[in-house]
């Protein structure tokens, strides 16, 4: 009889085991499918929600010569992007961590920190093209609900986006796969080439961030550490770009117009 309910117990353990095992590969599946069935209107909801949770009022450099500066840049970009129904909008955050984000609707945080290793408006424009792929590819609306689970889906599944908005906006971070990444960067870098954005200006960029991290900069390191090596990245970004050859059309920032004066990368 022992041995009957042994075998018994261990048959629901293996039976459960598989199941989850099953859960957690199709996973990305189940939320990619339900990712896409989130309105436009809805993500832009709660991507408003996601910016306010992470950030305060008073540290958006939401000044005319700032927004005129990131508009310019984000418009270069998103104009190479095929069509998609987003109206991106870049924020600059004053902090000096070296960060960047991608919130779901098309609500782009650049940190101060970031932008001060950048050396011009066309290493600035590869990082934002990077975030803005995280939201065409609804990589950050896919984070949310990795992030908040089955309250998530089911709050979608009843169409209850002020819920699921409060509960966004509660989120200190959002992390993509791996995958999530590479995909991302590969997209961006053919959206750079479109714009007339040397590939170069990416390669320069994540160089800019391995030189950083060699120096152990505690900035960097907390921007790294949910992104793929910097070094494997180069080298895809040199493999996919090799081809290139232009025509290069400048792209001008004055950073002295951002946030109230940000010295670029020297």
């Given at each position: 009889?022992?041995r009957?309910l042994?075998?018994?117990?261990?048959a629901l353990?293996?039976?459960c085991?598989?199941?989850?095992y099953?859960?957690?590969?199709?996973?990305?599946?189940?939320?990619?499918g339900?990712?896409?069935?989130?309105?436009v209107?809805w993500?832009?909801q709660?991507g408003?929600?996601v910016?306010?949770?992470m950030?305060?009022?008073s540290?958006l450099?939401?000044?005319?010569a700032t927004?005129a500066?990131?508009d310019?840049?984000a418009?270069?970009?998103?104009a190479?992007?095929?069509?998609?129904p987003?109206s991106?909008?870049?924020?600059?955050?004053r902090?000096p961590?070296v960060?960047?984000?991608?919130?779901?609707?098309?609500?782009?945080?650049?940190f101060s920190?970031?932008?001060?290793?950048?050396e011009?408006?066309?290493?600035?424009?590869?990082?934002i093209?990077?975030?803005?792929?995280h939201?065409v590819?609804?990589h950050?609306?896919?984070?949310i609900?990795?992030?908040?689970?089955l309250?998530?889906?089911l709050t979608?599944?009843v169409g209850d986006?002020?819920v699921l908005?409060g509960?966004?906006?509660?989120?200190t971070?959002?992390?993509?796969?791996?995958?999530d990444?590479?995909?991302?960067?590969?997209?961006?870098?053919?959206?750079?080439m479109?714009?007339?954005?040397?590939?170069?200006?990416m390669r320069r960029a994540?160089?800019?961030?391995e030189?950083?991290?060699?120096?152990?900069?505690?900035?960097v390191?907390?921007y790294?550490?949910s992104?793929?090596?910097l070094?494997?990245?180069?080298e895809?970004?040199e493999s996919?770009s090799?081809?290139?050859?232009?025509?290069a059309?400048?792209?001008?920032v004055?950073?002295s117009?951002?946030?109230?004066?940000?010295?670029p990368?020297r």
């Amino acid at each position: 009889m022992i041995r009957k309910l042994l075998l018994l117990v261990l048959a629901l353990v293996l039976v459960c085991g598989l199941a989850l095992y099953g859960i957690w590969v199709s996973l990305p599946l189940l939320l990619g499918g339900l990712a896409r069935l989130v309105p436009v209107m809805w993500e832009e909801q709660l991507g408003q929600a996601v910016v306010a949770g992470m950030t305060r009022r008073s540290e958006l450099c939401d000044d005319s010569a700032t927004r005129a500066e990131m508009d310019r840049v984000a418009g270069r970009v998103a104009a190479a992007i095929p069509s998609h129904p987003y109206s991106f909008r870049v924020l600059v955050v004053r902090r000096p961590e070296v960060n960047a984000l991608a919130a779901p609707g098309g609500h782009i945080l650049v940190f101060s920190g970031l932008i001060e290793r950048m050396e011009n408006g066309e290493q600035l424009a590869a990082v934002i093209a990077h975030e803005m792929q995280h939201v065409v590819q609804r990589h950050s609306i896919k984070g949310i609900l990795r992030a908040l689970g089955l309250q998530a889906a089911l709050t979608l599944a009843v169409g209850d986006v002020g819920v699921l908005g409060g509960l966004a906006g509660n989120l200190t971070s959002l992390h993509f796969l791996r995958g999530d990444e590479q995909s991302a960067d590969d997209a961006a870098l053919a959206t750079l080439m479109r714009a007339g954005i040397p590939p170069e200006a990416m390669r320069r960029a994540f160089a800019n961030l391995e030189r950083e991290q060699r120096g152990q900069t505690p900035a960097v390191l907390r921007y790294l550490s949910s992104h793929p090596p910097l070094r494997e990245r180069i080298e895809r970004i040199e493999s996919r770009s090799a081809a290139w050859r232009g025509p290069a059309i400048p792209l001008d920032v004055d950073f002295s117009r951002v946030c109230g004066g940000l010295a670029p990368h020297r």
